[in-house]
């Protein structure tokens, strides 16, 4: 494949093209600009990537009671949502403005002012549900030292702009691997607060239960908050009607056990949340592959 420098042009062409897509729509208002991209995620880019079949596909094995009716409608809204999301992490200042004036629900924000007065480690973890960055937006504004975490894109010239987006939501951030990981552990043993997304499909994880099928699942959140005595705890940031604000939910830590159980209770609770709004997570993972015990290699 031909290159340039050490970028292939495919990753570079793709990267311009989005990046045509996301500074074009830039001169339109932010309250029109996001409910555009929501109508072409929905109507356009949904179908012509197939993303409506995932959807479906998905919701067939694990919500077959639905009416066919409804898995095409949240077939058709998942990637609305998803094209929502992405506007808005690449929307910055305008974003975040949105993200702080969040109504919280749930009890744990009491456990985040008294981890924070006490310098205790703190994990925050989310799934991919509604715009999961509000919640970060919503704790820095108020003061807490959230740090992210996050899954680096294959395309490294649209990572690049990907991680610069995310940064102008807020500092730290660091990527999965070996480096980040150490600059993050150091964080969080400083009394940081450090956010995961913790619903992707990892090849080595533990079958675990979501949504009613076994699910390969991380533990290592659970484990670092045992080894570090960090609170685990659930946070969301949930869309409301209007398309455009959040209630942010930040639920009461899990408590310390041992990794399955408590790794089994983030599941628990990611999974109530998703039937409440099942149009806002993103049905378009593989979550349920390789799902049997003899797939683990």
Known sequence: MAKLG?????????????AAFLEGLKPLPYRQRIPLLGWLGAHVIG??????????????????????????????QVPGNMARTIGEIFSGA??????????????????LHDAHAKGQPVILVT?????????RALLLAQGFKVAGFYMPMRNPAFNARYVAAISRIG????????????????????????GL??????QHGELLDFMGQPARTALSA????????????????????????FNVRIEAPIPHSDPVTMTKALNTSLEALVRQHM???????????KNRPEDAT
Request: charged share 20%; glycine share 8%.
């Open 6 to 18: 050490s970028i292939s042009l495919r990753h570079r062409a793709q990267d311009w093209l989005a």
């Open 47 to 76: 179908p012509l990537a197939g993303l409506r079949s995932r959807v479906r596909a998905n919701l067939s094995m694990v919500a077959p009671e639905l009416p066919m009716a409804e898995r095409n409608r949240i077939a058709q």
């Open 127 to 135: 799934g991919h549900l509604g715009n999961y960055d509000a919640a």
């Open 171 to 194: 500092t730290p951030v660091f990527a999965r691997g070996r480096d980040g990981l150490v600059k993050m552990l150091r964080f969080l043993r400083q009394g940081g607060m450090v």
């Open 197 to 202: 997304v913790a619903d992707h499909y990892m």
């Open 279 to 289: 149009d806002q997570w993103m049905w378009t993972h593989r979550r349920w592959k």
């Open 222 to 245: 659970a484990e670092m908050a045992l080894k570090y005595n960090a609170l685990l705890v659930p946070v969301y940031g949930i869309r409301q009607p209007d398309g455009l604000n």
């Open 94 to 111: 305008e974003f975040v403005a949105h993200a702080t004036r969040s109504e919280v629900e749930g009890s744990g924000l009491a456990y």
